[in-house]
């Protein structure tokens, strides 16, 4: 056990006795008497035993206490009542005894200390019976245990949503960015290389309309088109934006050059084709067309021409053509990384967006980060009975049995059992506590003065800026105690620093009894908040009225 759980069970310690101290301390004292009233009961049925006293008004009286009836059992000890006769007190105090064997008994002798005398009352005889069993009624066996399932958690139904939310997301990127998509036509055709796609674009050609219709402006746009587009990307890099001469002059430095092995008759075939369809796009001539399809010939024989008269790539060429698809390919897939990681982001955000705005900020980020208190709210929680006479509960972990030893002094004067859950450390923690007081004669118990010696003590114990108010308290089935709550500065363990809380006890008393609830919880805590409004709400001593 580390120096933080001692010193706070010290603490714990220190604060239960002393708040048993503090309500020994707020009893006031009154006098009581007792007698009987049948001689012949049933297996456990009451009796009530009175003892009638009557003595000066300066006389103290000395009553019976604890279990001097033996055999038979004391149920509950009454209080007295009280008649004055001119100088003189009739007393008057009741025993609720019983036995659970039949047979004959014998009440003993009570004694009775009146000022400096003593007296004894009359033994009396009472015949406890057996309780006639209805023989005519059928006996059954032992019902079996009947094994309770626990109750489930709807926590599979929101992991099967997340997944079913995250494979929706999941396909859309694959079917929208990853899949390999057929080719369209025009996809097939821009894979082809350049001498098939021109060839294919003749082909493509002579399947038009353009010469039936005498649309010799379109037909020859065309044409020229295909072969510029073959020299730009085989020969010059310029030819689509190329006026016809500045062409014909980079064709004609190309084959000086040696860089383009094409006959002085191509380049003369190009310029004439080339300017013909100048002038029949700009200058609206109108050539043959037979012609026309003459020079569609002339188009196909120069780009076997150009292809002949282009040089063999070499192998440092073929090396850097590779790495270039290569290094294409994987720009293509670095995009296509970068696309589904911003999709992604893009509706991770939208999602925490729209649920922050719908719940709240703080709830959606402890749903997705973790929060304690949270945790013990939505867990599964437990309704039992604590101490006796019980204190019904519902609590979101069981609690422990946490009594204490006693000092011998204190043991003689009551009785303690103490349940708790959490601890000072653990920033929410539960207690309930019963406390019975032996030898207490005509007392009665100052509820609210004791609940105040309670937070007397925690102030000693270090607690600071206590703030204090109560109310009435009463439970669903009408028990009615008292309240206190408030806030306060509780010291953080093996430190010197404080932290805010709040706090919340609530007191019942019966007789020489006295119930308490206490809880202790961090401040702006909206969970700790919810689950002290649930304990409140289920705490209960009397059982429903049927």
């Known amino acids: 056990m580390n120096l933080n759980s001692?010193?706070?069970?010290?603490?714990k310690r220190s604060l239960l006795l002393s708040s048993v101290f503090m309500l020994l301390s707020y009893l006031s004292f009154s006098q009581v008497t007792s007698t009987i009233d049948s001689t012949s009961i049933k297996i456990g049925e009451q009796i009530t035993y009175y003892v009638q006293v009557e003595a000066d008004t300066t006389n103290l009286v000395v009553f019976p206490e604890g279990q001097t009836f033996s055999p038979l059992e004391v149920i509950e000890s009454y209080a007295i009542d009280t008649l004055k006769k001119k100088d003189k007190y009739n007393l008057i105090k009741k025993y609720g005894l019983t036995q659970f064997?039949?047979?004959?008994?014998?009440?003993?002798?009570?004694?009775?200390?009146?000022?400096?005398?003593?007296?004894?009352?009359?033994?009396?005889?009472?015949?406890?019976?057996?309780?006639?069993?209805?023989t005519t009624q059928g006996l059954y066996d032992i019902k079996p245990i009947i094994g309770v399932e626990k109750s489930g958690s709807d926590w599979w139904k929101y992991l099967l949503l997340t997944l079913l939310i995250i494979g929706v997301i999941a396909f859309l990127l694959y079917w929208f960015i990853w899949r390999t998509k057929p080719l369209s036509e025009d996809e097939k055709i821009a894979l082809l290389p350049p001498y098939d796609r021109a060839k294919l674009a003749l082909r493509k050609l002579d399947d038009t309309p353009y010469l039936e219709n005498e649309n010799l402006k379109d037909y020859y746009s065309d044409l020229t088109f295909i072969i510029r587009k073959y020299l730009d990307e085989k020969v010059y890099d310029k030819a689509l934006e190329s006026t016809t001469d500045e062409l014909i002059t980079r064709l004609n430095l190309l084959k000086d050059g040696n860089q383009v092995d094409l006959s002085h008759d191509d380049i003369k075939n190009l310029e004439s084709i080339l300017?013909?369809?100048?002038?029949?796009?700009?200058?609206?001539?109108?050539?043959?067309?037979?012609?026309?399809?003459i020079d569609r010939d002339t188009i196909d024989v120069e780009i076997d021409h150009v292809k002949e008269a282009l040089p063999e790539p070499t192998e440092e060429e073929k090396l850097l053509d590779e790495k270039y698809r290569e290094e294409q390919e994987r720009k293509k897939k670095r995009k296509k990384i970068w696309l589904t990681v911003g999709i992604s982001i893009f509706l991770l955000l939208a999602t925490l967006t729209g649920l922050?705005?719908?719940?709240?900020?703080?709830?959606?980020?402890?749903?997705?980060?973790?929060?304690?208190?949270?945790?013990?709210?939505?867990?599964?929680w437990v309704t039992s009975e604590y101490?006796?006479?019980?204190?019904?509960?519902?609590?979101?972990?069981?609690?422990?049995?946490?009594?204490?030893?006693?000092?011998?002094?204190?043991?003689?004067?009551?009785?303690?059992?103490?349940?708790?859950?959490?601890?000072?450390?653990?920033?929410?923690?539960?207690?309930?506590?019963?406390?019975?007081?032996?030898?207490?004669?005509?007392?009665?118990?100052?509820?609210?003065?004791?609940?105040?010696?309670t937070l007397k003590f925690i102030e000693n114990a270090g607690a600071q800026n206590i703030i204090t108010k109560n109310e009435k308290f009463e439970t669903p089935n009408g028990a009615e105690g008292l309240k206190i709550y408030g806030s306060m500065d509780s010291p953080v363990l093996g430190t010197d620093k404080f932290e805010k809380?709040?706090?919340?006890i609530l007191g019942f008393t019966s007789g020489s009894v006295i119930q308490q609830v206490m809880l202790f919880y961090k401040e702006q805590d909206n969970y700790a908040d919810q689950m002290v409004n649930r304990i409140l709400n289920s705490v209960e001593l009397k059982p429903a009225e049927e």
């Open 6 to 11: 001692k010193a706070e069970e010290s603490f």
């Open 101 to 134: 064997d039949s047979g004959s008994y014998t009440i003993p002798r009570q004694k009775i200390i009146i000022g400096d005398k003593t007296f004894f009352t009359d033994s009396l005889k009472v015949e406890v019976n057996n309780v006639v069993v209805d």
């Open 275 to 293: 300017k013909r369809a100048d002038l029949v796009k700009f200058a609206k001539s109108s050539p043959d067309i037979e012609l026309a399809k």
């Open 356 to 380: 922050s705005l719908k719940y709240g900020f703080d709830i959606v980020k402890d749903t997705i980060i973790g929060h304690d208190s949270k945790e013990l709210l939505e867990g599964d």
């Open 387 to 453: 101490g006796f006479p019980p204190i019904t509960i519902s609590t979101p972990k069981v609690l422990k049995r946490t009594t204490p030893e006693l000092p011998e002094e204190m043991a003689n004067q009551i009785e303690l059992t103490q349940f708790s859950y959490g601890s000072l450390l653990e920033k929410f923690q539960i207690q309930v506590a019963t406390t019975k007081i032996k030898n207490l004669g005509e007392n009665k118990i100052d509820l609210e003065q004791a609940m105040n010696g």
């Open 501 to 504: 809380g709040k706090y919340v």
